[in-house]
C-alpha cells in the first residue's frame, strides 16, 4: 500500500497552512510536505534547476517550521514533511531544536527532508560556499543526530564544532524524525546508507530502478537493514490530465511508499479544486 501526500510552497498567495491542513485530513491525504527559501538573491546567477524563469513563489515563502506548526494544531495525524529543508541555511544547533520541538509538540509526526541546496549566491547570503555544500549538509545532520539522541551531545568535523551540551526536548520519535534525502546524483546511495533514512527524488529526473538497486547495495554495505528505506516520490501532474497513474504504479510496484502530489500557489478554492481532482490516484493507487 501507498501512502499520499501534498508538497508545495507556503506563501502569502497560496492557501492558509490552517485551512490546509483540515481539508488534506479530510481527503484522506497521509501527509503534506513544505518547501523552503529563506529568499532569493536578485543577482539570479545560478540559473533555474529546471530552466526558464524563476517562479515567484521562491521568494514569498514563509518559514517552513511556522506553516508546519499551524498545521500540526489543526491537525490530529497528517505528517508533517519538509520538502526540503536547505540544510545550508540553517545553523545546526537552531535547526536541530526547531525539527525536535515540532516533533515533541505534535507527537512525533515529522517527516524531515533535506538537501543543500542549488542556488549558490543563496547559500553563500549564509557564509556557505558552493563546492563545500554537502559536506557542510553531512556535518550539519550528523551533528544533528546527536543533539537528538545524546543526553550531553558533542560534534568535532571541518565545518561543525561545539563542546558537550545540553538540549532539550529530544524528538518524539526515537534517535529523531527520519532523514529523507532530496537529491539525485551518483553519491547519493552513500549519503543516505551514512546519515539518512529515506531519499526524495523528483520523478523524472533519473532511473529510480537502478538508483534503488545502488542505495540498496550502499545499506547492506553500511550495515542497515535494506527495507528500512523510505522512499518518497515527488511526482509530476499535468494540469489537463493529471498524474500518469500507470507510472506511478509501476514506482510503487519498485519500491515507493510515499507519492507526493504537487499543490499550486494558489488560495483555497483553487488548491482544493486541485486536491479533489487527485481523488481518482487516492482510489486507484491508494
Known sequence: ????????????????????????????????????HTHIPTSRRTPFIVGGDLPEMYWRTHDQF?????????????????????????DPINLAKRVASLDALSGGRVLFGIGAGWNAEEMED????????????????????EIWTKDEPEYHGDFVDFPPMWSWPKPAQAGGPPVLMGAWSKWVPKRI???????????GMGDIESSLREIASAMKDAGRPEDSLDVTLLASASPDRGPDLDHLGECVELGVNRILLPIPNEPRDGTLKVLDSYAPTLERLG
Not at 549564509?126 to 543526530?145: I, P, Q, Y
Not at 546508507?193 to 520523478?203: K, L, N, Q
Open 66 to 90: 511556522v506553516a508546519l506548526g499551524q498545521i500540526a494544531a489543526v491537525t490530529q495525524t497528517l505528517k508533517l514533511g519538509t520538502g526540503i529543508t536547505l540544510i545550508t541555511e540553517h
Open 126 to 145: 549564509h557564509g556557505v560556499e558552493f563546492v563545500d555544500r554537502w559536506k557542510v549538509t553531512r556535518e550539519r545532520v550528523l551533528a544533528m543526530r
Open 193 to 203: 546508507a551514512e546519515f539518512c533514512d529515506g531519499w526524495m527524488p523528483i520523478d
Open 1 to 36: 500500500m501507498v501512502d499520499f501526500g501534498v508538497i508545495g510552497f507556503p506563501t502569502d498567495q497560496s492557501i492558509s497552512p490552517l485551512e490546509l491542513g483540515p481539508e488534506l485530513e479530510a481527503r484522506g491525504f497521509e501527509s503534506v510536505f513544505y518547501a523552503e
